[in-house]
Every structure is written in structure tokens, then in C-alpha cells.
């Protein structure tokens, strides 16, 4: 009952930092975490595949009580992903509108806007800035044209020059503001995804297999007593088709031993699942809806415009699993709860950081912490069905926490029985 060694593969999002940005976040908030619980976390350096793909790394945490060793796994497509971002800005920029004017022709806008509002925005965000961006630059180029034709210019050198300099003001536009608008990383993020879900992008395909085939591996050979595959963001689709290839490389990859649970955080599952050609991933989803040896737990925020809030991701997507349907758990999270009062205004309204806070450290004590499911000794899924005791072990004086371990364990019997029938 009480986890000892839990092995965490963590699936990132559209994020082209990669390793060495994710663990210095890592290690930082590892750091807040230690603080916030009164307990000692030690994380070891990273260790890079030969290929180059998997960078693992191990944390010892030790309580009043109860220590864990975590391996953490972090599964790279930064490559890939910077990759996009070197195109010239003129073919992403043109790349990205004919992708925008799809997504609203073929209804899968439509279908964003339909199922939550705010990310139906935060899709076309990037847009209105781009269009902003070129009022602007039309402007300049405008302002040129009259001048030259005012000192006599013939008009077709004038129109010339002012959509030369059009071009010109635009890219050098779009190119000293990414720091704040981050424009052009969003519309390559909906490129990649667009092409994705249109088995447009081999080389991501390719990779999920050997992904897929390292979870399969893992599974018969860890001493580990949970498997956690970790996907946020964008990970969330990506680590969904890693374990749902993994279990058909191996339809008994949940029964080898240790426990195996997906949880997705921050999701956007349908910016793949939405679109017409999307059709192996609904099967994908069907098969891990399904699964009984896999727990799938899905955490939402309303608060987080990145991801789909109050969305049940099979039914959502039109599948009917039918009466054997398991999976997923939907779990609301509300980061008021985990965050100080003082600083909860401010935090709102930084997007990307509300986004973030799935996987970094809680500034208040909750059920959901990230790093409690990372090293804490609470199994996952009896963390999300008995939250109440979940935190009593992690806050709670000695009473409490053998009274909360045994709330858990008629848990976990329970749902054993359940499984079992």
C-alpha cells in the first residue's frame, strides 16, 4: 500500500526548452516543495540516454515516517520541436493562416468554442496579434507609399517599396516581440498540432513507438510499485497514444507487476481528438477508456484557458465505450486552494503560469500536489479517491495519519474487489 520506489515517465507539452529549462524548474520547486511539507528531497543529476531521447534522473525523499525514491524519466522532442521554430517567419506566418482558415472551414473551431469558450480564444489569440502586427506594419508601408507618391514617385516603384517595407516591418515586428507575445511560437504549436492529427508528422510518430516500446520494457522489468506516465499540456495526447501503442505491444503491460496510472494535467486532448482524420486516436482513447488493468486520472482547472475544463475526454470526443467503460477519473482542481491569498490576483492572469502550475510546487498544502504525487507515499489512485486522507498523512499528527492509512487501505481493498469483479 505505502509506496517505496515509484517510477514517474513525464511527457512534456509544445515546449522547445526541453531538458535543461524543465530541470532547473524542477529543482526549484522541488526545493519550495521540501519547504512547504518539512521534509528532506534530494534530486541526483540527469543522465542522458545514448540516444538521446530519454533523460532520467532519481529523487530520495525522506519524512517524518516514510521516505521514497522516485526515477523520473523525461522523454525529449525539444529537437523536433526547435526544429519548427528555425522555419523562416514568412513560411510559419503563411503556414499558420491557411491552418487557422482549415480549423474554421472543417468545424473544428467551432467544436473548441462548443466544448470551452476560453481555449476557442486562446486558440485565435495569436491571431488577433498577427493581425495587429500587420495593421501596423500595413500602416508604416501606407505612410511610405503616400510620401514617395507625394515626391513624384511612380506609383509602381511606390507600391513596391511600401509592400517591401510591409514585409520588412512585419517580420522585424513579429521577430523583436516574441519575448512578449510569444506569436510565433503559438502558431507554429498549432501548426505542429494541426499536421500531427493528420499524420502529417512521422518523425513524431516514430519516436511515440520507441517511446512506447521503453513504457513496455519498464513495465516487466521495475522493481517499482507505481508507474506513473505524467502527460501535461499537449503531453496529454502525446503520452495517451504512448500508452495506448504500449498496450497493444503488450495487451498485459498493467498485470506485470507494478501498478500503471496516466494522468493527464493541464490536457487539450482535442486539439488532436477534434479533427475529422483524428480517427486512430479516438480508437486510442476508446482502447485506454476501456482498459481495466490502467487507471487513467485527468485533472482540470477552470482557471487554466489551456485546457478543457469541466470535459469528460471520451464521450466529449463521441466515442461510446459502452458499459465497460473505467477510465478516465475527471478530478477539478482549484489552484485558489493552492495558492497564497496574497498572490492569487496577480497569478490569475499570467496564463502560462496558471498553466505551469500542475507540475510545480503548491504554495499551500492540498490533496493535489504535484510533488506529493511525484515522492510522496501515497499511491495515485487512492491519493484522488481519498483526498482528505491523502492530506492528513502529508500535514496530519501521528493519529491522523494512521487513521488516514486506514481509510486507505479499505480504499484500495475495495477497489480491488471492484477490479476483481
Not at 495487451?251 to 483524428?278: K, M, Q
Request: charged fraction near 20%; hydrophobic fraction near 50%; charge should be neutral.
Amino acid at each position: 500500500m505505502r509506496v517505496q520506489h515509484r517510477h514517474v515517465v513525464y511527457v512534456q507539452g509544445y515546449d522547445p526548452r526541453g531538458l535543461a529549462q524543465y530541470y532547473r524548474m524542477f529543482r526549484t520547486e522541488l526545493r519550495k516543495f521540501g519547504q512547504l511539507y518539512q521534509l528532506t528531497a534530494i534530486v541526483g543529476r540527469p543522465q542522458v540516454a545514448v540516444d538521446g531521447e530519454i533523460a532520467s534522473w532519481t529523487i530520495e525523499t525522506r519524512a517524518g515516517d516514510w521516505q521514497t525514491r522516485t526515477t523520473y524519466d523525461f522523454l525529449r522532442w525539444e529537437d523536433l520541436m526547435q526544429r519548427d521554430l528555425a522555419a523562416p517567419i514568412w513560411r510559419t506566418v503563411l503556414h499558420a493562416v491557411w491552418v487557422y482558415w482549415r480549423l474554421g472551414f472543417e468545424g473544428t473551431l467551432a467544436r473548441f468554442w462548443q466544448a470551452t469558450w476560453r481555449f476557442a480564444i486562446f486558440v485565435s489569440y495569436s491571431y488577433i496579434l498577427l493581425l495587429l502586427e500587420a495593421l501596423v506594419s500595413l500602416g508604416v508601408a501606407w505612410s511610405l507609399e503616400r510620401g514617395l507618391a507625394a515626391l513624384g514617385v511612380p506609383d509602381a516603384l511606390g507600391i513596391a517599396a511600401a509592400a517591401a517595407v510591409f514585409v520588412a516591418a512585419l517580420g522585424a515586428m513579429l521577430k523583436y516581440t516574441e519575448s512578449l507575445t510569444y506569436v510565433l511560437y503559438l502558431l507554429s504549436d498549432i501548426i505542429w498540432t494541426y499536421e500531427f492529427a493528420h499524420g502529417r508528422r512521422p518523425e513524431w510518430d516514430t519516436r511515440i513507438d520507441r517511446f512506447a516500446r521503453y513504457l513496455a520494457e519498464i513495465a516487466r522489468s521495475s522493481d517499482a510499485g507505481e508507474i506513473v506516465v505524467v502527460g501535461h499540456s499537449s503531453g496529454s495526447f502525446l503520452g495517451a497514444e504512448i500508452v495506448a501503442r504500449a498496450l497493444k505491444l503488450d495487451p498485459e503491460l498493467g498485470r506485470h507487476g507494478p501498478r500503471i496510472v496516466f494522468l493527464t494535467v493541464g490536457a487539450n486532448l482535442p486539439i488532436a481528438g477534434f479533427h475529422a482524420a483524428s480517427q486512430d486516436f479516438h480508437d486510442h482513447l476508446r482502447l485506454l477508456a476501456i482498459e481495466p488493468s490502467i487507471d487513467w486520472i485527468d485533472c482540470q482547472a477552470r482557471k487554466d484557458v489551456m485546457n478543457f475544463h469541466l470535459f469528460d475526454p471520451i464521450a466529449s470526443h463521441g466515442i461510446d465505450a459502452g458499459a465497460a467503460r473505467r477510465n478516465p477519473t475527471v478530478v477539478l482542481i482549484r489552484f485558489r486552494d493552492i495558492i497564497k491569498p496574497e498572490h492569487y490576483n496577480l497569478f490569475r492572469w499570467k496564463f502560462f503560469r496558471v498553466h505551469f502550475q500542475f507540475v510545480m510546487a503548491n504554495e499551500r498544502p492540498h490533496a493535489y500536489d504535484f510533488f506529493m504525487i511525484v515522492c510522496g507515499p501515497v499511491p495515485l489512485r487512492e491519493r484522488m479517491a481519498r483526498p482528505e486522507a491523502a492530506l492528513a498523512i502529508a500535514t496530519g499528527d501521528a493519529a491522523a495519519r494512521e487513521c488516514a492509512w486506514k481509510m486507505l487501505e479499505t480504499t484500495a481493498a475495495d477497489g480491488a474487489d471492484a477490479a476483481a469483479d
